[in-house]
């Protein structure tokens, strides 16, 4: 199985800042690594697709980045509806598998 | 417009078994797959297997194979899939997520782009 990690595993910020998420794959996925948003209590929401493919409908200030095994979530200018968990997915191989998730909460 | 809509909550014993429906609207069915994703309580995002839309094959997550079974229903105007877990244990505790996966692409991969409310399954003596 491919495994998937995640850095930091959580962190504060304040709105408007920008924060950083990494994945790290444990071979190459080339670009099949896919983001998603969790809110407490509800289903995750897809974000980013094929690494760096914004979903639609999905405002602008979040981008991906990454090939190979590194990847990279954006978030400029944060806003009080993104503190939440961001789980990176692999789709390169079945079993797909995510990363342990990444909580994003208020400073 | 497109949803998933799941099945209400479950309570079982140990060595049961349990059996979750997704029922999908909204789209052409044969055009995707279906995921299943379990969460157990405060963890991460576990992928359990999916079941082809177009031809119902099946691939699961080698853990579970042997105790999961995947099958789907169009005989009314709207389809349903259903999880069969057996041989349940306090371990199978999880919500269970239903999650349309779109096309395999070469260059895309492919991804699960819509998701059901989820349904809690609590195994418990």
């Known amino acids: 199985d491919i495994q998937m990690t995640q850095s930091p595993s959580s962190l504060s910020a304040s709105v408007g800042d920008r924060v950083t998420i990494a994945c790290r794959a444990s071979r190459d996925i080339r670009t099949h690594l896919n983001w998603y948003q969790q809110k407490s209590g509800k289903a995750p929401e897809l974000l980013v697709y094929?690494?760096?493919s914004l979903q639609g409908g999905v405002p602008s200030r979040f981008s991906g980045s990454g090939s190979g095994t590194d990847f990279f979530l954006t978030i400029s200018d944060l806003q009080p509806e993104d503190f939440a968990i961001y789980y990176c997915q692999q789709s390169d191989i079945t079993p797909r598998t995510f990363g342990p998730g990444t909580r994003v909460d208020i400073k | 417009q497109a949803q998933l809509v799941q099945s209400g909550p479950e309570m079982k014993k140990p060595g049961a078994s349990v059996k979750v429906s997704c029922k999908a609207s909204g789209y052409t069915f044969s055009s995707y797959s279906m995921s299943w994703v379990r969460q157990a309580p405060g963890q991460g995002l576990e992928w359990v297997g999916w079941i082809s839309g177009y031809n119902g094959d099946t691939n699961y997550a080698y853990k579970y194979s042997g105790r999961v079974t995947m099958t789907t229903d169009t005989s009314t105007s709207t389809t349903t899939v259903y999880l069969y877990l057996r041989s349940l244990t306090s371990d199978d505790t999880a919500i269970y997520y239903c999650?349309?996966?779109?096309?395999?692409?070469?260059?895309?991969?492919?991804?699960?782009?819509?998701w059901g409310q989820g349904t809690l399954v609590t195994v418990s003596s």
């Open positions: 999650a349309r996966v779109t096309s395999w692409v070469y260059d895309l991969g492919n991804y699960e782009d819509l």
């Open positions: 094929a690494a760096s």
